[in-house]
C-alpha cells in the first residue's frame, strides 16, 4: 500500500493550490479517505473527508474554501484550496478511513505528504 502526495508549494495569501493524491495497493473506491495537515509544533489534524459515495465533510477552518473530491478511476484524491491564508501552512497527508473523533486511527501507513506554505 502506497499514498503519494503532491501539488504543495509556496503560495501568497489569497491563492489557490490544488493537491493530489494518488493510492496504490488498495480498492480505492472502497475507501472513505480525508486530507489531513500538521503545521510545525502542532498534531496531525483532519480537515476534509469525502465518503466512497462522495459525501464530503469539512473543518471549519477551511470550510467553503476547500473542496476535496474523488477519482476512482484514477485511484485519486484531491484537495481543491482557495483563498489560502498563513494559518494553513503545514504538511498536508492523506489517508483512508479518516474519523472526525480521532478516536480511531486512519487506516493505512502515511505518504510523505507535501508541503503547503502561505506566505508574502
Known amino acids: 500500500v502506497q499514498l503519494v502526495e503532491s501539488g504543495g508549494g509556496l503560495v501568497q495569501p489569497g491563492g489557490s493550490l490544488r493537491l493530489s493524491c494518488v493510492a496504490s495497493?488498495?480498492?480505492?473506491?472502497?475507501?472513505?479517505m480525508g486530507w489531513y495537515r500538521q503545521a510545525p509544533g502542532k498534531q496531525r489534524e483532519l480537515v476534509a473527508t469525502i465518503a466512497t459515495g462522495g459525501l464530503t465533510s469539512y473543518d471549519n477552518s477551511v470550510k467553503g474554501r476547500f473542496t476535496i473530491s474523488r477519482d476512482n478511476v484514477k485511484s485519486t484524491l484531491n484537495l481543491r484550496m482557495n483563498h489560502l491564508r498563513s494559518e494553513d501552512t503545514a504538511v498536508y497527508y492523506c489517508n483512508g478511513y479518516p474519523d472526525w473523533s480521532g478516536a480511531r486511527q486512519p487506516a493505512l501507513d502515511w505518504g510523505q505528504g507535501t508541503q503547503v506554505t502561505v506566505s508574502s
Open positions: 495497493g488498495i480498492i480505492f473506491s472502497t475507501y472513505p
